[in-house]
Nanobody, 125 residues
């Protein structure tokens, strides 16, 4: 069974940090492009960042540039999203997704084949 499982979400104060994890089971992520998306209540799912098999990264979300870092640890079959200087507007459910791809990043959810169940991030004082 091919599965992605996110973890690391929670409640954090503005200015705080979180590191989200996306662990794969049933397949190895090293050949996959992995993206992080988020969806706030009443809003569409939007791309945050992605990482390709070679380790190259792209941050799509303009408001997140300089505050997020996506990375991968192939030995642990896991991709991470480090988020710093969190703001209330970062509150959302964060999802990771994977697609078998050459070194191409996608910010369109429909391009991804596998999705995790999501992890809630709440930024509030």
């Amino acid at each position: 069974q091919l599965q992605l499982v996110e973890s690391g979400g929670g409640v954090v104060q503005p200015g705080g940090t979180l590191r989200l994890s996306c662990a794969a089971s049933g397949f190895t992520l090293d050949r996959y492009t992995v993206g992080w998306f988020r969806q706030a209540p009443g809003k569409e799912r939007e791309g945050v960042a992605c990482i390709v098999r070679s380790g190259g990264t792209t941050t799509y979300l303009r408001s997140a540039k300089g505050r997020v870092t996506i990375s991968r640890d192939n030995a642990k079959n896991t991709v991470y999203l480090q988020m710093n200087s969190l703001k209330p507007e970062d509150t959302a459910v964060y999802y990771c997704a994977a697609v078998l791809s050459p070194n191409v990043c996608y910010d369109v959810p429909g391009r991804y084949n596998y999705w995790g169940q999501g992890t809630q991030v709440t930024v509030s004082s």
